[in-house]
C-alpha cells in the first residue's frame, strides 16, 4: 500500500455492483455526480453470478424437462428425453455472461468508473480502494455501501466437500441422485425442487411446522403436496444436529422431538438465511457508520447512516434481502444525495418464490390488516377454474386480495400458481396508487388469460362474482 500518496476526489463512490449498487451509480450518474463504483468479485453481484438469475435459468430448464417428460397429458407423447447436465450449465452460464456485460456496457455508457477491487475506510470522507495492482485513494462527498450479504455458514455444517451452499448447489459436477436440503424457506424450496424435477431424491430438513413461513400457511401447503409428488420428503419440527461426510455421500443427522434420525445423500446444502457484508475489513467505525444488531447498519428514511455524507442500501440495511428492494433503495439514496426528497416507503415490496407453483405476496396478509386494526373483506379465486389456466394444464392454486371493509381499499394480495411472479406486479401498483376493489373490477382485463383471476378475486370481495357462486 502506498502511504502519503494524495487524495483523488470523486463525488461519489458506490462499494458493490449488485443490483443495488449498480442501479445506484448509475442513477446517481444521471443527476449529474461523478461516480466510481467498486467491486470486490464481478459485476452484478451475489443476483447475476450465484443468486437470482442463474437459480431461475436452472428452475426453468428443469420446468421444461417435467413439461416434455410429461406432455402426455396434453396428447402428446415424447420418448427418450435426456438430460445433458453441462449443456444446462451452459446455458445458465450463457444468461449470466450476457446480463453481467450489458451491466458494464450501462455503467460505461453512464460515464460510471469502475473499479475492480476492495475498499477500505481511511476516515469519515475518505477510502482506499484496492486490488493487486494498485491502491488509489479517494476523498469522496458522499458514499453509498451496497455490499450485499453471503450464505450463513453454521459451525456444525462448514462449505467444504458435499456440504454446500446456494453457490455450491447452481454448480454441481453431477445432477446428484440424492440430495439433503436443511432449511425450507425460498432458496431451500427452490433449488430442491428444481433438483427433484431433474430426478434427484431431496428430503427438505425444516426447524419449523411448515415450509415457506413467509407465505400464507394454505400457500405453503400446496406447495408442499406438489413436493411430495415429484419425490421430496419434507420433515418438519426438525433440528440438524451434524453430518459426516466421505468422498462419496454425507450424512447428517437430525432431530425431531427427542428422536435423533439420519438421512444419507450425495450432497448436504445448507440454506439458513444470509449474512450481511458488514464483518469484514471495510472500516466502518473510522468512517462513524454504526452497525446495530444482526451486522445491519442503521439507516434514515433516505438511506443516510450515522455518517450523514454515506449511505447504505440492501442487504446490509433491515427488511428482506431481496434484489428488487436493493434496486429501489439505490435510487433513493442516489436521489437523495441530489438533493432530491426521496424517501423509502416498504408498503410495496412484492415477495416471490420461484416454487412450482410459484408463490408471491405484496403488502398485507389477511391476519397483518386484521392486526393493525382493519375490518377486512377478503375475495378468493382459484385457477381451477380460469379458462386460460385450464388450457395450460396448470390449475393449481388462488389469488386471494385483502382489503379494507370500510372503503374498498386494497391493502394486500397473494397469488399462488402459474406466472404468480409476473400478476403481483398488477397488485403492488394497485396498493402503491390507492386502487379499491371496484378499481380492480371496472378494469378490462383480457381474455382468456390469467390476470383475469384477479379481476374475478375483485368481484368475490364484492359479492358480485360471475364466474363462481356467491357465498
Known sequence: MVVGDPSLDIDTLVIGAGPGGYVAAIRAAQLGQNVLVVEKENVGGVCLNVGCIPSKALISASHQYESISHASAFGITAGDVKVEWNKVQEFKNGIVKKLTGGVASLLKANKVQYFNGEVMFINENEARVFNDQEAPRYRFKNCIIATGSRPIELKAFPFSGRIVSSTGALSLPEIPKSIIVIGGGYIGIELGQMYSKFGTKVTIIEGGDAILP???KDMGSIVAKKLKGTNVDIVTGAMAQGAEQTDKDVTLTYKVGDKEEKVTADYLLVTVGRRPNTDGDLGLE????????????????????????????????AGPALAHKAMYEGRIAAEAISGLPSVIDYKCVPAVCFSDPECAAVGLSEKEAKDKGYKTKVGKFPFAINGRAMSLNATEGFVKLVSDADTGLVLGAQIIGLEASNMIAELALAIEMGATLEDIALTIHAHPTL????LDAAEVALGHPIHTVAK
Request: glycine fraction near 12%; charged fraction near 25%.
Open 214 to 216: 413467509g407465505f400464507d
Open 286 to 317: 473510522l468512517a462513524n457508520v454504526k452497525v446495530g444488531e444482526r451486522g445491519l447498519v442503521e439507516v434514515d428514511a433516505q438511506c443516510r447512516t450515522s455518517n450523514p455524507h454515506i449511505y447504505a442500501i440492501g442487504d446490509i440495511i
Open 451 to 454: 390476470g383475469e383471476i384477479v
